[in-house]
């Protein structure tokens, strides 16, 4: 299958501090990805859904503002969380698409492990 | 929006006993349905997947099944294994909303030898 790398895979980071994760299709091109939430024991919840060259569509609850999604090409979406607090702490997982061709399979990237303290 | 509905929360079963996994979905527009193995720390993994137009695939111990009119569908594991054993999701996605997919809450699926 198709391969879609992210990193960091894990990463610490001091209250009040931004980090960013990449997300890249390696060997596709991804007209798609998504985001996502899993907390410990949790199922992945979907935070927004970013389509290259626009902007990211988030979920309800899901604040943009502190959530910045960039989808500059179509091999690499970017999420920065702002402004991290402790409740923030989570995996987060990219998952990408190319749905021209009508392929309907999503690839996920490994996910980044975010622990701010 | 959809909602995914994912039963049992926990299943426990012998080695070599069958295992079955129930979802079921809201949004009658959906139409790609796929399922998921996830191990501790690690991604997703597809393993199987269904469109609508489908009632039932298999891949060797694995086969699922989708009833659209009841908007339920079902993965049945044959055989199982211990390294079976891993946490399981069913999924919901729709063309028209770029497939995004929408997650049930999880099985995880403990296999005894």
């Known amino acids: 299958g198709a391969v879609v790398s992210q990193h960091p895979s894990w990463v610490i980071c001091k209250s009040g501090t931004s980090v960013k994760i990449e997300c890249r299709s390696l060997d596709f091109q991804a007209t798609t990805m998504f985001w996502y939430r899993q907390f410990p024991k949790q199922s992945l919840m979907l935070m927004a859904t970013s389509n290259e060259g626009s902007k990211a569509t988030y979920e309800q609850g899901v604040e943009k503002d502190k959530f910045l999604i960039n989808h500059a090409s179509l091999t690499l979406s970017t999420l920065t969380v702002t402004s991290a607090h402790p409740e923030d702490s989570s995996f987060y997982i990219c998952s990408a698409r190319d749905l021209r061709g009508g392929s309907t399979e999503a690839f996920f990237g490994q996910g980044t492990r975010l622990t701010v303290v | 929006g959809e909602n995914v509905e994912q039963h049992p929360s926990t299943l426990s079963v012998q080695e070599g006993d069958s295992a079955v996994i129930k979802c079921t979905y809201s949004d009658s527009a959906s139409n790609y349905f796929p399922w998921y193995k996830q191990e501790l720390g690690k991604r997703p993994q597809l393993i199987i997947d269904i469109r609508s137009n489908v009632g039932e695939k298999k891949d060797q111990r694995i086969a699922v099944t989708l009833n659209k009119t009841a908007k339920h569908f079902s993965l049945h594991i044959t055989e199982t294994q211990p390294e079976d054993s891993a946490v399981y999701f069913c999924?919901?996605?729709?063309?028209?909303?770029?497939?995004?997919?929408?997650f049930g809450a999880g099985t995880r699926l403990f296999v005894k030898a």
């Open positions: 999924a919901a996605s729709k063309g028209d909303g770029g497939f995004k997919t929408i």
